[in-house]
């Protein structure tokens, strides 16, 4: 198969990248990448479970191997296509679980508990074959999953609503007029009811 090509590259300062995610808010960023991760991972089938990835990996592992890449300079930052970073880590995550359900270990696990059916294992859609109307279509169904999470908590509720217009903890306990550490506790809050609806089956709490 030949290998995939698309447009030139601009040529980004590695120095001045670092500099730039160095002051990105990863504290308010990461809670959201590993709902995130927890949610798409549903969409695969994996051996040992929803959330028992192949090789001891888990949810939070996926969100540090792709932030890691970036930094690294390994992945590039296509601002064209993703001008917001948590569209540009999301799109990394589906890859890299991608790959994962398509690993050796996990296809020769799943293979063993399907009695050796092969056939089934690659039901999902490679995520770079995703049309932009499909990886659209899938982004607003994180963020009403997110919404559904906070329950009838109005503050949740709200909250979900400015992260989805891509605003930082900081603005938006500046618009509300609140403590940035009220924000990220919330934050916390609201993506742990979204592991738990996911990741355990369990309601909101």
Same mark, same amino acid.
Request: no cysteine; proline share 5%.
């Given at each position: ?11 980004? @300062?590695?120095?001045? #990248? /670092?500099?730039?995610? +160095?002051?990105? %808010? ?5 809670? !959201? ?80 508990? @399907?009695?050796?059916? #092969? /056939?089934?294992?690659? +039901?999902?859609? %490679? ?5 932009? !109307? ?72």
């Amino acid at each position: 198969m030949p290998a995939r090509t698309g447009p030139a590259l601009p040529i980004v @300062d590695h120095a001045e #990248l /670092v500099t730039e995610l +160095a002051s990105q %808010d990863w504290k308010g960023l990461i809670p !959201q990448l590993t709902a995130y991760t927890i949610v798409r991972a549903k969409r695969f089938r994996w051996a040992r479970g929803d959330l028992n990835l192949p090789n001891g990996n888990d949810p939070q592992d996926v969100v540090e191997h792709v932030i890691t890449k970036l930094f690294s300079g390994e992945h590039h930052w296509n601002r064209e296509k993703h001008p917001r970073l948590f569209d540009h880590l999301t799109s990394r995550i589906d890859s890299a679980l991608y790959a994962l359900a398509r690993s050796r270990t996990n296809r020769l696990q799943v293979a063993a508990a @399907d009695e050796g059916d #092969l /056939v089934r294992l690659g +039901a999902a859609t %490679d995520p770079r074959d995703e049309s932009v !109307q499909e990886r659209s279509a899938w982004i607003e169904e994180f963020w009403k999953s997110v919404d559904m999470a906070s329950g009838d908590d109005v503050e949740l509720r709200q909250l979900g609503e400015l992260l989805r217009d891509g605003m930082k903890p900081r603005e938006i306990a500046a618009k509300l007029g609140v403590d940035v550490k009220k924000v990220y506790t919330s934050e916390r809050k609201l993506m742990r009811r979204l592991e738990r609806i996911h990741g355990k089956g369990r309601n909101p709490g």
